[in-house]
């Protein structure tokens, strides 16, 4: 069986500060790695070294749809089983979810064990069982750990939570009122900090001070699952 457990990993995290800035739950999580540094720059830096970040990749499954979006916020590349692949792999026996692994360098997780036990699952596979709601938040702590990834802030909200693509923003101001008209929008382009678009699909961003508004939603849910991680 591929399976990776953390207990097995003696992944090493790069350390830039002196001391570990890894709160005691996360340690205690994480005991049996010897962790030298946070999964967290806390570091101000204007011009982040984005070649000092891991280039680690991630395919999931059709089942790990919100998992995928909270990998994503975060700013980590996090493709996802389109339903063809899906549909491939559970009614032809077509496995395409392992070709693009290899082709595109991607580790696989999933929440299929059978897959892991097939001796074509690519290595490295992670297994993740989503009935039990708290082993997602644990899962995304050890993979972080376990891949040896650092967050750096200022890479969140950078990935289309759709389609996984850059999200770039929008100068032009035109552009801007026919990107909120094109999704319906009800606020003008003055009410907005920001307007950004996908690169990929088109979807439209922005940001917004409204406590209600979906951009305020995101925000929280990024310091939420930055909380999770350093907790």
Known sequence: ?????????????????????????????ASSLSTSS??????????????????????????LNKFTRWLRILGLDAALESEVEEKARTKEGKMILFERCKN?????????????LRKDCPSGAYLLNPQKPNNLISTLVHLLTLHCITLHPSTFLTRCVVCNSSIVEVHDTQEKVQLLQLHESTEGVDELLAVYQCDGCGQGYWWSEKAGSSSSRVKRAAAHLLRMCIR
């Open 1 to 29: 069986m591929k399976k990776l457990t953390l207990q097995n990993s003696q992944c090493k995290l790069k350390n830039k500060n002196p001391e570990p800035l890894v709160g005691q739950q996360q340690q205690r999580q």
């Open 38 to 63: 946070s999964i967290y720059d806390s570091s101000k830096k204007q011009s982040p070294d984005y070649n000092s970040i891991p280039k680690v990749r991630y395919l999931l499954d059709m089942t």
């Open 104 to 116: 595109e360098r991607r580790i696989l997780i999933t929440t299929s064990q059978k897959l892991l």
